[in-house]
C-alpha cells in the first residue's frame, strides 16, 4: 500500500522560531494537501497545491504559512514565525488526477508540532 | 458551503455489541466524495471508505458496513460486534469536486466521534 510520509513525527520549537514540516507524498500523486488538527478538535484544511502553485488556502493559512515542491518529492509546509496557537498536529496528503482510487487520497501520520 | 455534521460527541458501548456512527452532510456539489476516517490514540489518520454521490448502494466489509442515503444526507457506519481495538475517534468527512481539468479534493471534517468499547 503506498504511502504519504512524514517528518519529523514530533517537533518543539520556541514561540517565533521557523518551521518547515516535510512530506513526501505517493509519486504518481498531482495534488497535495496540508491540514491541520488542534488537540481535541477536528481536521481543518489549510492549503492545496498544483503543478507547483496553490489551488486553493483556507483563512487560517496566513502570511506566516507558505508551502514549497523543492525538489520534485519533497512537499513542504513552513511557518515563518511560529505562535502558541500553532501547535497542532499537522497533516500532509495527496490525491490523483481527477478518480480516485481506494488509495486516491492518502493522509500522512502526521507531525505533532509543540510551540513552548 | 460545505458542512459534515457529527452529532454524537462520544459513545461508548460494551465489547460485542453494536454501534452506529452518524454522519449528515451539507453540500450544493451534485458531484461529491464522502469518506470515513479512523483516528486511533496514536494520532494517524486511517482510510475506512471513500464513496461517490453516484454510488447510493450500502456496502459491508468484515464487521464495519456504511449507509449511505442521499435523500436525507446522511452516510452512517455500524460496526457489529465491536472490539476494545474499535476504540478510536472516528471522522465522517465529505470533498467538494470541481470537475475535469483540475479536480481539488478539498476535505471538509466533522467533529468526529470518540467511541470508546469497554471490555
Known amino acids: 500500500e503506498p504511502e504519504v510520509t512524514q517528518t519529523p513525527s514530533h517537533q518543539v520549537t520556541q514561540m517565533g522560531q521557523e518551521v518547515i514540516l516535510r512530506c513526501v507524498p505517493i509519486s504518481n500523486h498531482l495534488y497535495f494537501y496540508w491540514y491541520r488538527q488542534i488537540l481535541g478538535q477536528k481536521v481543518e484544511f489549510l492549503v492545496s497545491f498544483y503543478n507547483n502553485e496553490i489551488s486553493e488556502k483556507s483563512e487560517i493559512f496566513d502570511d506566516q504559512f507558505s508551502v514549497e515542491r523543492p525538489d520534485g518529492s519533497n512537499f513542504t509546509l513552513k511557518i515563518r514565525s511560529t505562535k502558541l496557537e500553532d501547535s497542532a498536529m499537522y497533516f500532509c496528503a495527496s490525491s490523483e488526477w481527477e478518480t480516485l482510487s481506494n488509495y486516491g487520497y492518502t493522509f500522512g501520520s502526521g507531525t505533532r508540532l509543540t510551540v513552548v | 458551503a460545505q458542512k459534515v455534521t457529527q452529532a454524537q460527541t462520544e459513545i461508548s458501548v460494551v465489547e460485542k455489541e453494536d454501534v452506529t456512527l452518524d454522519c449528515v452532510y451539507e453540500t450544493r456539489d451534485t458531484t461529491y466524495y464522502l469518506f470515513w476516517y479512523k483516528q486511533p490514540p496514536s494520532g494517524e489518520l486511517v482510510f475506512l471508505i471513500r464513496r461517490n454521490s453516484f454510488d447510493e448502494q450500502n456496502e459491508i466489509s468484515g464487521r464495519y458496513s456504511w449507509n449511505f442515503q442521499k435523500s436525507t444526507s446522511s452516510f452512517n457506519f455500524t460496526i457489529t460486534a465491536s472490539q476494545v481495538v474499535d476504540s478510536a475517534v472516528y471522522f465522517c468527512?465529505?470533498?467538494?469536486?470541481f470537475g475535469s481539468g483540475g479536480s481539488n479534493y478539498k476535505l471538509t471534517f466533522g467533529k468526529g466521534t470518540l467511541l470508546t468499547v469497554n471490555p
Open positions: 468527512a465529505l470533498s467538494d469536486y
